[in-house]
């Protein structure tokens, strides 16, 4: 065990650059070096243990070793840890006491990221996962308006999901999303047109550039819809990028470095085309705005166009919420919203923005938030993953069991998918009961208004 002059640390966390272009990167040796350190320490601690299903594989390796340490698990063994880590960043933001500056200088997540990365470079990363990455690649094919029907509708039958698991290992009770022949960018462009000026206040210029992200164009175009009309009725100008790809997330979480930064080639200079023209960029996917603020900046710390991104790119509530310290957000609210079960999810929560979505909408008249901080357990493609989707379902039981025991009115996370995935725990812990779809909030913002 490494022994430190201090004991954890109550400073702020900050974040070193991914060092992903050295080539001891990629080395194996010196990874499965850093990752028995770090492992080591985190077995001391074991302060994780209550997030994701990594923490528990790692303790249970130690705990069955012969030596009840880190040096009697298996190196082979490591990777076990590894595939259950998803990158939500909560143990760096929110647990660990040992990142830096502290002298140990632990970076979990981004370890977790380099030993995919080196999985990935290796050619052992498997068909299944890299077609379910491919987010820009299905949706164009699964959106094909004669072909979306069709999609729907084998994915929802039983007896194709069951052939769809041992072909694909992807898991017959997973929520998979449905595709829309009709686009985000459709919608946006339909609205586009509608004359407003623009007021320029405090951080934000007053007109937006919206980047629907892959699910919001394929997947759910009605989040992009109802971002589009929530904005333009608190006088926001909004238009589209002229071309976007995925911004990366689902690649980076495969460990396919290099395919994130030819999605960066062409995401960062559509964005900064608008952004030198006066357009702010605003996503409705936390995921996405987090690749933009902080992933891409990591790995690119050096690109000054990149870190211009960083500055400009908004969560449409922390977006809102900035106008609105200005006075410039419209709180003529036509309906109340009751009670809402909110899930904050893990890739908005590291942002270090607060809760803009439970400020912005607990100014709706009779509205009240039931917060919870637990992560869903989703992570894009790990619950429905024939291997994971058990755990995924078990670390989102105790989000379901507070949306139970909430009784809201509405269930409501600002991440699409984690939305979903609570309810499918709901569906799965009452089979015979009719459970209500997640209302996302934007179309619970768009509701106050009247829209």
């Not at 006088?235 to 990028?241: A, C, G, H, N, Y």
Request: aromatic share 8%; net charge neutral; with cysteine.
């Amino acid at each position: 065990m490494a022994i430190s002059k201090r004991e954890g640390s109550l400073e702020a966390p900050t974040r070193h650059p991914l060092d992903w272009k050295n080539p001891d990167f990629y080395n194996e040796d010196s990874l499965n070096k850093e990752l028995e350190r770090v492992f080591d320490i985190c077995h001391g601690c074991r302060r994780c243990v209550s997030l994701c299903n990594a923490f528990p594989t790692l303790f249970d390796l130690v705990d069955n070793s012969s030596t009840m340490e880190v040096d009697g698990v298996a190196k082979a063994d490591y990777m076990k840890v590894v595939d259950h880590c998803y990158l939500c960043d909560l143990c760096y933001m929110t647990k660990c006491p040992y990142v830096p500056p502290h002298e140990w200088n632990l970076d979990f997540p981004h370890l977790m990221l380099r030993a995919k990365a080196v999985k990935f470079q290796q050619g052992k990363t498997s068909t299944r996962d890299k077609v379910l990455s491919a987010t820009d690649i299905v949706g164009s094919f699964a959106g094909i308006p004669i072909i979306a029907p069709i999609v729907n509708a084998t994915n929802k039958n039983p007896t194709f999901r069951k052939g769809l698991e041992k072909v694909l290992g992807v898991h017959h009770n997973a929520k998979i999303p449905s595709y829309h022949a009709k686009k985000g960018r459709n919608y946006v462009k339909a609205l586009s047109s509608n004359a407003l000026t623009a007021k320029s206040v405090g951080r934000t210029t007053g007109k937006v550039a919206i980047f629907t992200t892959c699910y919001g164009n394929y997947n759910e175009p009605h989040i992009v819809e109802d971002l589009a009309k929530v904005f333009q009725h608190n006088q926001i100008p909004v238009t589209l990028l002229n071309k976007e790809q995925c911004c990366g997330m689902p690649k980076l979480e495969l460990g396919d470095l290099e395919a994130v930064a030819k999605a960066k080639e062409v995401n960062i200079p559509a964005m900064l085309q608008l952004i030198n023209a006066g357009w702010d960029i605003v996503a409705p996917v936390p995921s996405c705005v987090l690749m933009f603020k902080q992933e891409l900046p990591l790995m690119f710390p050096d690109d000054a166009d990149v870190q211009t991104v960083k500055g400009r790119i908004f969560d449409p509530f922390e977006y809102l919420m900035l106008r609105h310290k200005e006075g410039q957000l419209n709180t003529d609210f036509q309906q109340s919203l009751g009670k809402v079960s909110y899930h904050a999810s893990c890739h908005l929560r590291v942002q270090n923005l607060g809760y803009k979505t439970r400020e912005l909408l607990e100014l709706v008249p009779n509205t009240k938030f039931d917060l919870i901080e637990r992560c869903s357990g989703h992570d894009g493609t790990y619950a429905v993953k024939v291997e994971f989707h058990d755990t995924a379902m078990k670390i989102c039981r105790p989000v379901v069991n507070k949306v139970e025991q909430a009784k809201a009115d509405y269930y409501a996370s600002d991440c699409p998918m984690a939305g979903h995935h609570i309810e499918n725990g709901l569906q799965q812990k009452e089979p015979d009961t009719a459970v209500k779809a997640p209302t996302h909030p934007l179309a619970l913002l768009r509701m106050a208004y009247g829209l």
